[in-house]
């Protein structure tokens, strides 16, 4: 009986570690999405950890042990809402992405990329533009800031490094076209003209096709 206990026991522990985990990445969940909510309608600096911990009905040494401080729980808040989802990788690293940089057609893939643009500037540009504005008062959101701003110039950079070598044109350098996409691509532009201007979403992203295309290509994507 005694070793029957113990084999039991044992055959429980998996599914136990399994469930705790599950029920923890769901803890985690609530934390970045009451998070989000007080962060937007706060702000950062009057937004508490225990005030994340209450609406997320979790306890305050949790939010520590998963996140470490404030600025860790905006920073996940910040990678969640620009790919949509917490566990994805950057989107021209998936699947999906590099099937996307492999398009023939010149036109839809930039219409591709800035369609994904406009869908990430939706969930995030409001997110970005707290770091910026939080920036001095945390110095881990000037850290933020800097890696939000690498992430785009690596992603601006590889949209660029992987067009054809007529595709771009002839008084423009690879490194030049980067840097023009890398400046149009940015949540502030987002937030200057859909925000503050009330442009509609779909303008946005009829005005950004348009630009790269006049800016960058050689002849119209068409």
Excluded at 133 to 160: E, N, Y
Excluded at 205 to 216: H, N, P, V
């Amino acid at each position: 009986m005694e070793m029957a206990s113990r084999m039991s026991s044992r055959s429980r522990r998996p599914y136990d570690a399994s469930r705790r985990q599950a029920e923890a990445r769901a803890r985690q969940r609530r934390v970045v999405d009451a998070a989000r909510e007080l962060f937007l309608q706060r702000g950062y600096g009057p937004t508490t950890i225990g005030d994340i911990a209450e609406a997320a009905d979790v306890s305050v040494p949790f939010v520590y042990a998963a996140f470490e401080s404030k600025a860790g729980i905006l920073s996940r808040v910040v990678e969640t809402a620009i790919t949509g989802d917490e566990a994805a990788p950057p989107i021209l690293e998936q699947p999906a992405g590099r099937a996307i940089l492999a398009e023939p057609d010149l036109a839809k893939r930039l219409q591709t990329i800035v369609r994904l643009a406009r869908l990430s500037h939706q969930r995030a540009a409001s997110l970005i533009q707290l770091v910026e504005s939080a920036r001095a008062s945390d110095p881990a959101l000037g850290a933020l800031a800097g890696k939000i701003d690498a992430s785009l110039r690596r992603d601006t950079r590889t949209f660029v490094e992987a067009l054809p070598a007529k595709a771009l044109r002839r008084d423009i350098s690879r490194q030049e076209a980067a840097d023009l996409l890398y400046m149009l691509s940015a949540a502030r532009n987002w937030t200057a003209l859909v925000e503050h201007c009330g442009w509609r979403p779909e303008r946005y992203e009829r005005w950004m096709t348009d630009t790269i295309t006049r800016l960058l290509f050689r002849r119209p994507c068409q």
